[in-house]
């Protein structure tokens, strides 16, 4: 059961006060449920094909002849049954909500962490040459996620830090949070943010796709 796009519930203002913010469920469960289906589709490619081209981001394990995918890049160049979804308005909605201004998607990819080999993402921030609240990442959930199958893991307000801030320091000071989802949540975080992610421990898939929204400099 997804949530009117007009309920904002608070969510807005705190994606622009800690520049993260889970903004619930979007898509109907069957959605989500389709979206996974071609998602598993890609994976396979890669797994059971052999598919490889520069946009399967995958990384090699000594002694595990398995290399490890962990990001499919340009998602939306795919060739995929589900790449209309990409462009959802309900998405596209919700980023221009948070951002307060017309928005267009400027990267699209398939984040992945494979049960009990998924790696960590070290600390970083994605961007810094915009504002803040000028540029997001949505995330959107095809799977649950916790602490132990490696969420997203934030500093809040680290958005609103200058650019040269340093980011291990950032997150020793913390708050770290995590940000716990349930399938077919939609994650926002501001570009700017502090964030990372840690090792999938579970026997669970992480599947995330992302969407980077922006306001388009003048
Ligand atoms: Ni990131």
Known sequence: MGIAVDDKTGWVER??????????????????????????RLIRRFTEDGHRSQDYWCFDVEGDPRPILYRIHNLERQDWEEVSALHDPRLLKLAEDCLGAPAEPTAFALVLKEPYRGAEVPWHRDRCNVPASRALNLSLSLDAADKDSGCLEGVPGSQLLPDDADVAAVRDAGPVVPVEVSQGDVVIHDVRLVHGSGWNNSARWRRTIVIEYAVPTA
């Open 15 to 40: 994606f622009r006060r800690d520049g993260m913010a889970v903004a619930g469920s979007y898509l109907e469960a069957d959605e989500v449920t389709r979206l996974q289906a071609g998602a598993d």
